[in-house]
């Protein structure tokens, strides 16, 4: 495996996450005001402000390796901290400033500190945030939103990536894996082990089934690092090998994931943007869904049809019931990506990785002896990795779906706003995978996840310091909280049903009002 070494492009560190410009050439820059890059992404510019550059990456949006959303959701917003984020440093020092033909110029009419000037504007590929103006979901103790001061938040922030980067944390430790690889090695082992030498009883399979679902987990967050380069820091060294690992081994497309994870990581937990909370018609995270909102992801209505009501209706009693067959889902979601995507840069690798584990696990099913018994084993090995799944959704589910203030709100806050931390004592750090510290991992993603807890003690104090509410339970107090929300927007359907009625009886009697009239 190469090391992580430092790139030969890797500027020293200052006290704030800022990339080194060259001052020469940005002064050579026209100036853009907020109402000129408003016109001209009006006119099909790709307009991005990068550390105060705006960059126009038209020619770039279908070569990210990211996916174009990822690009397509900051245009016409000040995308620094979530450039810095997602990429290494020479990404900011050297390749943006490549794509700036302006320098953005706040003019008189400009809202002080804002991070976006297009919420008012409605752009084919993103649409603008969710606002609440200020509502939470739930009464939550500290600040109210209008309290918060997002440029010292902001400014914090960068202060502590800063400091990560100094203090090494950006550095794998790979002797942590030592263990993890142990791990997957005595997951795979004894559900091969079980298939071909166990005795042929129901209870044999079984037990192989949970030692495929939990080899598939552990695979799901080693793939996980892998797709945010957390390993070597090599984009294409990562990629290949995660493929090698979610691919061949899970069947599931890792460049399917990424596209949608970091689409997932731009605009977490907004309602028409992020498709981890796109799940019409057996979920809806808010009662936004009932409006058949469009998805940009999706691109297509997400129509909440008779079918999404009986089952939204229902969806904190089918919660369970539904994520023991959430992988089937992911097994089709992932075909289709490599079968139609007009994304998928290394799909003849996918695809081919993917027929192998076609091979691999068929040859493996066929060495039990009878065919309830195989159904036994895939069933329950696919619906065991519910697991995983209940993991994901705890981060997200029943965090807040709207902004308080989308023209101001920076990045940091964003996500701590719509993200959760499950508590769990060390020793159980493996079970979690790195989805317990979602909160580190949302703010600072490219930080290996063995090193999050050692974070978390300095994210509480920002939010300390800033009055931000920190959201953490344990994993059994989690499932509770995700359950009733899901439960407080269920109870909203029959309420929704009955103003619809109430519409349509006021539409006909106007209607037959308007018809004796003529």
Not at 122 to 136: I, T, V
Request: charged share 20%; aromatic share 12%; hydrophobic share 45%.
């Amino acid at each position: 495996m190469p090391p992580r070494t430092p790139s030969p492009f890797q500027p020293q560190y200052t006290q704030e996450l800022r990339p080194s410009d060259d001052g020469r050439r940005s002064s050579r820059l026209p100036g853009c005001t907020a109402g000129e890059l408003r016109r001209r992404i009006g006119q099909g510019e790709y307009l991005v402000i990068i550390d105060g550059l705006v960059c126009r990456l038209n020619g770039f949006v279908g070569k990210h390796p990211g996916g174009p959303l990822a690009i397509q959701h900051m245009v016409g917003r000040d995308a620094t901290d979530e450039v810095a984020s997602m990429h290494p440093r020479e990404v900011l020092d050297v390749l943006m400033p490549r794509w700036a033909v302006a320098r953005f110029v706040a003019d008189a009419g400009c809202a002080k500190h804002a991070v976006s000037f297009v919420e008012d504007m409605q752009l084919p590929y993103s649409a603008p945030r969710s606002s609440s103006l200020g509502a939470y979901k739930y009464p939550q103790p500290g600040a109210a939103a209008s309290d918060l001061d997002y440029a010292a938040i902001q400014r914090d922030y960068r202060q502590l990536g800063a400091h990560l980067h100094a203090a090494g944390f950006y550095q794998c430790r790979y002797s942590d894996y030592a263990f993890e690889a142990a791990r997957y090695a005595a997951l795979f082992a004894t559900a091969v082990g079980l298939v071909l030498a166990g005795p042929h009883s129901a209870w044999t399979y079984l037990a192989a089934a949970v030692s495929t679902a939990m080899l598939w987990q552990q695979l799901a967050f080693f793939a996980h690092d892998l797709g945010h380069n957390e390993l070597t820091g090599r984009r294409r060294f990562d990629m290949v090998l995660g493929i090698c690992v979610g691919n061949l081994l899970g069947g599931l497309s890792v460049g399917w994931w990424k596209k949608n994870h970091n689409t997932h990581h731009i605009v977490t937990n907004d309602v028409d943007n992020d498709p981890d909370i796109q799940h019409l018609p057996f979920f809806a995270v808010s009662t936004r869904f009932f409006e058949s909102r469009y998805s940009t992801y999706y691109k297509r209505i997400m129509h909440f049809d008779a079918a999404a009501r009986v089952l939204v209706a229902l969806q904190d009693k089918l919660y369970y019931p539904i994520m023991c067959f959430a992988r089937y889902n992911l097994y089709v979601q992932s075909w289709s990506y490599l079968a139609f995507s007009d994304f998928a840069p290394f799909r003849w690798l996918e695809i081919g990785c993917v027929a192998l584990f076609l091979v691999w696990f068929s040859w493996l099913v066929a060495q039990i002896p009878t065919w309830p018994l195989r159904a036994l084993y895939v069933l329950v090995a696919n619906s065991v990795s519910a697991i995983i799944h209940i993991q994901i959704t705890l981060s997200h589910f029943a965090m807040s779906t709207e902004s308080p203030d989308p023209t101001h709100e920076c990045f940091a806050a964003r996500q701590i706003r719509t993200t959760m931390d499950v508590a769990c004592p060390r020793w159980l750090d493996w079970f979690h995978g790195g989805l317990q510290f979602q909160i580190e991992h949302h703010l600072f993603p490219r930080v290996p996840r063995h090193r999050l807890r050692e974070l978390q003690p300095m994210v509480k104090a920002l939010c300390r310091k800033h009055r931000m509410d920190f959201m953490e339970f344990s994993f059994v107090d989690g499932n509770v909280y995700t359950v009733r929300w899901l439960g407080e927007v269920a109870s909203r359907v029959s309420l929704f049903n009955a103003r619809e009625m109430q519409h349509a009886a006021e539409a006909a009697a106007a209607k037959t009002i308007k018809h004796r009239a003529l």
